[in-house]
C-alpha cells in the first residue's frame, strides 16, 4: 500500500479531529485524493474529495458534512487532510483515504489507483 493514513481517535461528540493522507510512492498534487468511509453494516461512501492541483479549489462533500468537514493538500509535504468538526456519533467509521485519475471517477469510487489501510474514527455521545 503506498497511501498511509493517521489521526483517527476516539472523541465526544462535538469534538474534532485532523485526518492525514500520506503518498509515499506517487506525488499527490498530480492526482484527485478523496477520504471515503465506512460504518459496520453500512456501504462505504465517498466523504470528501478535492481535484489535482490543475483545478485547484475544486471539491466534493456529502450532504451530511457540509460546513463541518474540510478537505486541504500540502503540497510540499505530498499530504492531504480531511479537518472534521462538531463530530457526530454517526461520523463513527473507518476513515480512508484514495487516490484516483478525477474527481468525477472518484467521487464513484471508481478508476482508483491506491487505498490505504485506514484510521479508526469514534465518536461517543
Known amino acids: 500500500l503506498q497511501l498511509a493514513e493517521s489521526g483517527g481517535g476516539l472523541v465526544q461528540s462535538g469534538g474534532s479531529l485532523n485526518l492525514s493522507c500520506v503518498d509515499s510512492?506517487?506525488?499527490?498534487?498530480?492526482?484527485?485524493v478523496g477520504w471515503f468511509r465506512q460504518a459496520p453494516g453500512k456501504e462505504r461512501e465517498a466523504v470528501s474529495c478535492?481535484?489535482?492541483?490543475?483545478?485547484?479549489?475544486?471539491?466534493y462533500y456529502t450532504e451530511s458534512v457540509k460546513g463541518r468537514f474540510t478537505i486541504s493538500r500540502q503540497n510540499v509535504e505530498n499530504m492531504v487532510y480531511l479537518q472534521m468538526n462538531s463530530l457526530k456519533p454517526d461520523d463513527t467509521a473507518v476513515y480512508y483515504c484514495?487516490?484516483?485519475?478525477?474527481?468525477?471517477?472518484?467521487?464513484?469510487?471508481?478508476?482508483?489507483?491506491?487505498w490505504g489501510q485506514g484510521t479508526q474514527v469514534t465518536i461517543s455521545s
Open positions: 484514495a487516490e484516483g485519475a478525477g474527481l468525477a471517477t472518484l467521487i464513484l469510487g471508481k478508476s482508483l489507483n491506491a
Open positions: 510512492g506517487h506525488t499527490l498534487r498530480y492526482y484527485a
Open positions: 478535492i481535484n489535482n492541483s490543475d483545478y485547484d479549489g475544486q471539491t
